[in-house]
């Protein structure tokens, strides 16, 4: 007998039972990593921000000047703002340093949509710890499941990105609306109607990647913002197309000229959660270069030094050259320290002179280190170029082989299958622990960040309450960031 729903209705029907049965227990704990490492992005974020007309400062900005009831709380700040508006100013934080969380093999970051938008509708709703988590695990699902559907293992890559598409802000936007309208309480056709207006709200093009502009650090914060707004429209009675995803005219059709997977969007759908294959970065750059960073590491562990490298070759896979290794004038010499975060030559350089944290950190992508003279130096020496290798593992692990001749005519290598944090070599719970103290650091106390790390812990109780965690990350900073080193114990 043939299935009546829709793939939209399907999805609905899927995130409801979220909210109404308790989530597998690996499930849970993930989801409470996921909203800490997020956080922990956001406190960075903004201890990072270079106000003006930085995009954080200006969003930030924007949103105050809209005004409106307050709702929801803004991380790293006593501010509180409308759902949409916190969501907006939390989802640019997360996304902004380039440190948030990667699905494999579709290539997107859900958390940094998710997460911002599950928080502002929570503590509009007035909802507890087990609905929050819940929703949150629903719209990371939710999104991951879009994200699979547009990987085709023929083409070795997402339809997304081969067009220029920001899977992440497209298909978060349906994430965020999906969490946001689990807690405002809307039963499955409702939830799908959500989803439905979200769809039309969907956007982001990743050419910034490529050639400098700052809009995309604020894609999830607009799909956080989309996705509470289409929740709070589908409250009102809005309505969406039910068949939004498969139609003529709709999702797919739209964005991937109909070539999509519809088994990898429904196929064990709350039997096999893509939510776990989301893996965490270890290194605050696109996640394209961290298997180039690995190799690095690994040779100077072994004794390499920057001095010694005549030329090096960086082999990475073929489909993310033109992101960090395109055009090659723009690698070699960053305009910025955002923009080295999408640089194979930068970062590769940096990690030969050695960083901070988990192996590279914040301060390793400063505009003073972009511009160093001796890293562009040392820049210039490294090529990019496709391995096949890499390519034929891509995406479903990030892989890279570095390949350095020295001055004394030694010729060294060093490949990697999975970078550090993916599927083959994940992080630890200490690890993404570690990482979040760093990333808190730099805005809190150690005293703060500790009581921050406890709130945290009782999330995972059974009658935890997320509400101590809101009031520590919504809170006027007590030091300059500046004050707080790069590395703290773990």
Partial sequence: MTDARTQVQTLAEFAVACRERPLPDDVADDVVHRILDTVGNCLAGRAESAGGNAPDA??????????????????????????????????????LLDFDDTHLPSVLHPSANV??????????????????????????????????????PDLGNSVFFEKGLHATSICGTLGAATAAGLLHGLDAPALAS???????????????????????????????????????????????????????????????DGAYDADALLYGLGDRWELLRTVYKPYPSNHFTHPGIDCALALRAAGLTAADVEHAELGVAAPVLRTIGEPRAHKVRPESGYHAKFSGPYTVARALLGGGGLGLHLDDFTDD???????????????????????????TAFAAVLRVTTHSGAALEHRVDSSRGGPGSPLSRADVLHKFRLNAARMLSAEHTGRLVDAFAGMAEPNGDFADVMKLVCTTPETSPRDHPTAVPS
């Fill in 58 to 95: 200006a969003v930030l900005r924007m949103v105050t000047g809209w005004g409106g009831t307050p709702e929801a709380g803004v991380i790293g700040s006593g501010e509180r703002l409308p759902a949409p508006s916190a969501a907006l100013a939390n989802g640019t934080f997360a996304h």
């Fill in 115 to 152: 997460v911002p938008a599950a928080l502002a509708a929570a503590e509009a709703a007035g909802a507890g710890t087990r609905e929050l988590l819940a929703a949150t695990a629903a719209g990371i699902e939710v999104a991951n499941r879009l994200g699979m559907a547009s990987y085709l």
């Fill in 194 to 256: 959500a989803l439905g207006i979200a769809a039309s709200m969907g956007a982001g093009l990743i050419e910034a990647n490529r050639t400098g502009g700052s809009v995309k650090r604020i894609h999830c914060g607009w799909a956080a913002h989309s996705g509470v707004t289409a929740a709070a429209l589908a409250a009102a009675g809005v309505t969406g197309p039910p068949t939004v995803l498969e139609g003529r005219f709709g999702f797919f059709n739209a964005y991937l």
């Fill in 369 to 395: 280190k972009a511009a160093d003279p001796r890293l562009r130096a040392l820049a210039e020496r490294i090529d990019v170029v496709a391995d096949e290798r890499a390519t034929r593992l891509f995406p």
